[in-house]
Every structure is written in C-alpha cells, then in structure tokens.
C-alpha cells in the first residue's frame, strides 16, 4: 500500500499506466519519470518504480510483469525500470511533464482512475478527474484555498518538480544544472 504523504506526481498520474500485479504493490514505495543514473534524454520514456526490497520471489514476478526492463538494488529498495509505448510518451508522459494536465488522453484517465473515491468514509470526486477534467468545483475550491481567481485556461495542478520526480536527484544536486524537462528551460 503506498504511504500517501510519499507520493510525487508520477506516482499519482503515471503508475497506473504499468498494471503491476497485486503481490508487488504493497512494496511500491514511489514511482520516477527518470533516473539520475541514465542518460537525460531518457526521461519520460520510462517509469521507474521503487520497491521496498524485495524477496528472490518477488523479484521473479517482477521480471516475469510485462513493460518490465532492468530492475538495480539501492540502499534504500529496488528500483525496477519499465518501457512505455510511443503513444503513453506522447499522449500521457508528455503532457504530464510539461503540466498540461488537460491534455493528458481522457481514455486513459477513464480507464485507470474510478471517479470517485473514499476517502475518510465519504465518497468524493477523484482529485485526478478534477484536474484533468477541470473541474468547475475543484477550481472554485482552489481559488477559495489559494485566495487567487484563476484563469479559465490555467491547469488546475503544478508542474511536476525535477527533484520529485527523477530518482536520486536530489543525491546529485551539485550537478543539476543541466537537467530540464521539456517544459522548463535553463536560463
């Protein structure tokens, strides 16, 4: 079960694109559009997942999960590297990284994401529906919290950060300066 105070925005909008077995998501820890380890034009063309450590068992149905790649140990878990299709990068990943949350593709939100929840023993619109489908309530209770009226065009979530979203970034600091997604630009 994924500790919710640990999520990054790949793990909330990206994982669900993998369909892991059960037996594994009770060790996911967190998921990454990039590690700091390969080279950068791969980020975004893979999801990385970060497992607590897991048994020889759980290993081998890891390697046996369609999407599966590589799967490296780190002191702090497995960190497994699955490939995503041309048509994920572009009509998901992409518009993800550069926060246009409202272009990601309807069908796979509708797929993946129930539109409601529980959440405290109530049922609530699923935060994801809302941004994606920018949602009339969701935004007026964002302007409410933020104090702010927003735009009709702005995206109703942030742009996904480097340092959550790409593993050990935040390891490698000093020599980050380079790095950018394909919405943000060095300057």
Do not use: C, W
């Not at 590589?70 to 550069?98: H, W």
């Amino acid at each position: 079960m994924l500790n919710i105070k640990n999520l990054n925005r790949t793990t909330i909008y990206l994982l669900p694109i993998l369909e892991l077995p059960s037996i594994l998501k009770k060790s996911q820890i967190r998921a990454f559009i990039g590690n700091y380890s390969e080279p950068r034009d791969l980020i975004g063309k893979f999801i990385y997942v970060l497992f607590r450590r897991l048994s020889q068992e759980d290993l081998e149905i890891l390697e046996n999960t369609s999407r599966f790649v590589s799967a490296t140990r780190y002191p702090d878990g497995d960190l497994a590297k699955f490939y995503l299709t041309k048509k994920e990068i572009n009509e998901i990943v992409k518009p993800f990284m550069a926060g246009k949350y409202s272009e990601i593709n309807k069908d796979y939100i509708k797929e993946k994401f129930n539109r409601f929840i529980t959440v405290n023993n109530a049922i609530v619109r699923n935060p994801v529906h809302s941004v994606v489908f920018k949602s009339k309530q969701y935004r007026e209770r964002l302007e409410q919290r933020l104090a702010i009226k927003l735009p009709e065009s702005a995206e109703l979530d942030s742009i996904p950060k480097l340092e959550q979203e790409i593993y050990l970034f935040n390891e490698n600091s000093a020599n980050n300066e380079n790095i950018v997604m394909d919405n943000q630009s060095t300057s």
